[in-house]
């Protein structure tokens, strides 16, 4: 029997990744996607990955409830990945409240819709190390304490336990997975590594001279998008839900990160980089560091890419983009 999946955020960087993996796992794989007058340009990712022609997209919106109660009962998927958010943290204090709808609320009306139509789907949800924030441990696992430092972490942390609760007081198949950064030629460009693969490929080829950034003292655990969407996956085929964090177990400075990316494409860092003190947060994660112990000892995953051959993959796509940018306007049909 054929296993059917349904992804909300599946045209985010996780969605895409996700669907290339499931597809080649077998699976139906459907998505949830917003309204947007970019219909279209919103599938880039997926056109990317060249798996486009290959997912049934349907509309719905996290905050509408109805909405995925409807596509519940078309789909009745097996499986639901909630990995739709506003998932950007220096927006979230620009938008506080959206932040909230979605990224907590949403999450709710997810379980919520799965629990009267089909309690038997096994759930998804994408936690994030964020909520660890002002870090109570040096190394974060699945029993350290939490300290959100921004609206992001704090709407992360409801989805968090909200996830919890639903398993614990339905009995529903819901596992929380607590993902630390992970980035691809696929993240979004307000995000620091691409932000700085992208200034760099610019800048190699003459297009600015400059890259500002804002706290680059400032450390994460970054692995990459195609390596933790397995352990996604993974979650999903165990017999008991569960939560796990996900994690390289090494940690390093965006300064670091930005020698990697300007050593690739063979810059000088110290001519082009410009702090800019706009781009610092009202309150600072300062670093991020994950034990990935529980999931390489119940699923067998581990990260299989290093943050240098990360970078550079995502410099080189940069740069493929950037030099041939017709070559990569999504043309993708009508929803
Ligand atoms: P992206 O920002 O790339 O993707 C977010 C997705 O959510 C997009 O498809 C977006 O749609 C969709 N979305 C946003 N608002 C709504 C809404 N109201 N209704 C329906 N869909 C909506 O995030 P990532 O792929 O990087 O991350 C996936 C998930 O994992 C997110 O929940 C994120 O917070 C979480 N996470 C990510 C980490 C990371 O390092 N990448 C770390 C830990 C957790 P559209 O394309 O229209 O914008
Ligand atoms: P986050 O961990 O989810 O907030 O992921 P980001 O990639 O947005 O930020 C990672 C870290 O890089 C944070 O500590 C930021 O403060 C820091 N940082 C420094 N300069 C920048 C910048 O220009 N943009 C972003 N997004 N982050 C930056």
């Known amino acids: 029997m054929t296993k059917r999946a349904l992804i909300t955020g599946i045209t985010g960087q996780d969605g895409a990744y996700l669907a290339q993996h499931l597809l080649g796992q077998g699976y139906e794989v459907h998505g949830a996607v917003r309204r947007s007058s970019h219909g279209g340009v919103a599938d880039h990712r997926l056109v990317w990955l060249g798996v486009l022609e290959d997912v049934v997209l349907h509309d719905a919106n996290l905050v509408d409830m109805a909405s995925l ?5 078309q789909v009745k998927p097996d499986e639901f990945y909630n990995l739709a958010a506003q998932s950007f943290v220096a927006t979230s204090w620009q938008q506080p409240i959206l ?28 936690s994030s190390s964020e909520m660890y924030g002002l870090i109570q441990q040096d190394m974060q696992s699945e029993k350290t304490p939490f300290y ?10 409801y989805g968090h336990w909200i996830t919890v609760n639903y398993r614990e007081s339905f009995g529903m198949h819901a596992s929380s997975g607590i993902l630390f950064n992970h980035e691809s030629p696929l993240r979004g460009r307000e995000f620091v590594t691409r ?47 569960d939560d796990y964090v996900v994690a390289t177990g090494r940690t390093t400075t965006v300064r670091d990160m930005c020698r990697i990316a300007c050593e690739h494409a063979g810059i000088d860092m110290d001519q082009h980089i410009v702090i800019d003190p706009e781009l610092f947060r009202p309150a600072e994660v300062d670093i991020l560091l994950g034990d990935a112990g529980k999931a390489r000892e119940k699923l067998g995953w581990e990260a299989e890419t290093s943050l240098e051959d990360m970078i ?8 493929r983009r950037l030099q041939d ?4 306007i999504p043309r993708s049909p009508a929803l």
Not at 69 to 73: F, P, Q, S
Not at 148 to 154: E, L, T
């Open 69 to 73: 109660a409807r596509l519940i009962d």
């Open 99 to 126: 932040t909230t709808q979605v990224t907590a609320l949403g999450v709710t009306h997810a379980l919520e819709a799965l629990r009267l139509i089909k309690p038997d789907t096994r759930f998804y949800q994408a």
């Open 148 to 157: 959100p430092r921004s609206p992001y972490a704090v709407a992360k942390l």
């Open 195 to 241: 932000k700085v693969t992208d200034g760099v490929a610019r800048i190699k080829l003459g297009m600015t001279n400059e890259l500002r950034l804002g706290n680059i003292d400032a450390k994460r655990d970054w692995g990459h998008a195609r390596d933790y969407v397995k352990a996604m996956w993974l979650m999903l085929q165990q017999d008991q839900a």
């Open 312 to 319: 550079c993959e995502m410099v080189d796509a940069d740069m």
């Open 325 to 328: 940018p017709i070559a990569y």
